[in-house]
């Protein structure tokens, strides 16, 4: 789990930072797999009040290693985490609409139409 957060993490810094277009496939995969892995996690019975109070403890672990790292994780649990279980538990969005709504994954676009 302690992998896959940091993997959120980098999600975080991904999406604040301007997307370049090499930047965008790899950002979208990682999250696609953290919110998957997260959902699994929610279908395990798992609170959200669990998950915030289990990633907040990690954001202290980090902080640990570096400052920047704790302001950076607790910034990005009080921004998007509750906003991904909602959506995941609530709206019952997949892994990839969860990455779109929170900017990590490009909107898809419409096929165009064959006449």
Do not use: S
């Not at 009040?49 to 009080?78: P, S, T, Y």
């Amino acid at each position: 789990m302690f992998k896959q957060f940091i993997a959120v993490l980098l999600i975080a810094g991904l999406a604040q930072a301007k997307a370049q277009p090499k930047n965008v496939d790899v950002m979208c995969n990682l999250c696609t797999d953290v919110v998957t892995d997260l959902a699994e996690w929610l279908v395990d019975d798992a609170t959200e009040a669990d998950i915030v109070f289990f990633m907040e403890n990690l954001c202290f672990a980090l902080g640990a290693i570096l400052q920047e790292l704790q302001d950076m994780c607790l910034e990005l649990m009080q921004a998007e985490l509750p906003a991904i279980i909602d959506g995941l538990v609530e709206d019952n969005l997949n892994p990839a609409e969860v990455c779109v709504d929170i900017g990590a994954c490009p909107a898809p676009t419409a096929a165009p139409q064959k006449f």
